[in-house]
């Protein structure tokens, strides 16, 4: 009864990730290794500059547009 007691004490602080017995150092490990940032972390967030700058780029083309046909629109009434 005893071992079987012992067994369900190991696999709940495997569980807990160590935590039940108060040992840091593993939890500690394992949230080291979830924060470490990998070649994706970095082509995604790369990604993600390119997708914004196309966007606003888009938007300054776009109000330009608007500027260009207002100004050639307005010569062409008044002129």
Do not use: C, P
């Not at 495997?14 to 082509?43: E, F, K, M, P, Q």
């Not at 390119?50 to 109000?63: D, P």
């Amino acid at each position: 009864m005893a071992d079987s007691a012992k067994n369900v004490a190991a696999t709940v602080e495997t569980a807990a990730g160590g935590l039940a017995a108060g040992s840091h150092s593993s939890a500690r490990a394992r949230h080291l290794d979830v924060d470490r940032r990998n070649a994706d972390w970095y082509i995604d967030k790369a990604i993600q500059v390119l997708v914004f700058i196309g966007g606003i780029s888009a938007i300054i083309f776009i109000i330009g547009i608007f500027v260009f046909v207002t100004k050639e629109g307005f010569g062409f009434v008044l002129g």
